[in-house]
């Protein structure tokens, strides 16, 4: 069946820190893959998709992620967060030509 | 450029009451629309999508229907609501890539 397993619920970085939020998939063909986030309150913003060449793409706000086919991974990275990144991040897999399959979250608590 | 128009932003509804929820879509001919479930700590759920006018595909059985009157209307309903139905529903589009969201709606049933 077609998934996405975000394992972290809950992530706190201080402010400057590094950030890597996890994502795994479970998808029969080659994916299209996607990182979202959500502000409280809010629509979902696209930070970066994947669909295929250069297994590490580059997104808005100074997000990066890298597709890993092996380990079936899609992890977000950010070399330094801000406290303006507290949010709430969601991975998605398009699933076929329609459906997109989305993670349970991931919510980014910055410490000053 | 497209732009995505989700209304109204908060609801409060009694117990029993009908819904409609309303989402356009501007700049795009023939998008894919989908209506999106996000209850706390759970992600979204995908409630329905649509390929075209009329065309209504529904992933989980529920209290909820939608529909497409025109190419870039996409609207949620019920003849009445349930508790279970409060939570924050994403109406967004697809032109085959990535998905666009609205802002969303807040329902709380009471």
């Known amino acids: 069946a077609q998934s996405v397993t975000q394992p972290d619920i809950h992530i706190t970085v201080s402010e400057g820190a590094s950030l890597e939020l996890r994502c795994n998939y479970s998808y029969g063909a080659t994916p299209y893959l996607f990182w979202y986030v959500q502000s409280p309150g809010q629509g979902l913003q696209l930070l970066l998709k994947?669909?295929?060449?250069?297994?590490l793409v580059q997104g808005i706000k100074g997000f990066e992620a890298e597709f890993k086919r092996s380990q079936s991974s899609f992890n977000l990275r950010k070399p330094s967060v801000h406290w303006s990144d507290a949010a709430e991040y969601f991975c998605?897999?398009?699933?076929?030509?329609?459906?997109?399959?989305f993670g349970t979250g991931t919510r980014l608590k910055v410490l000053a | 450029s497209q732009t995505i128009h989700q209304w109204p932003a908060t609801l409060v509804q009694p117990v029993g009451s009908p819904l409609s929820l309303e989402c356009t879509v501007e700049g795009t001919s023939n998008p894919n629309l989908y209506w999106y479930r996000q209850a706390a700590g759970r992600g979204l759920q995908l409630l329905f999508y649509?390929?075209?006018?009329?065309?209504i595909s529904s992933e989980v059985p529920q209290n909820l229907s939608a529909s497409r009157p025109q190419d870039r209307q996409f609207i949620l309903s019920s003849k009445k609501l349930l508790l279970s139905d409060s939570g924050f529903y994403l109406c967004?589009?697809?032109?085959?890539?990535?998905?666009?969201f609205g802002q969303g709606t807040r329902l709380t049933v009471v």
């Open positions: 998605a897999v398009g699933a076929g030509t329609y459906k997109y399959i």
């Open positions: 994947y669909f295929s060449g250069d297994t």
């Open positions: 649509s390929v075209g006018i009329g065309q």
């Open positions: 967004a589009w697809s032109g085959g890539a990535e998905a666009f």
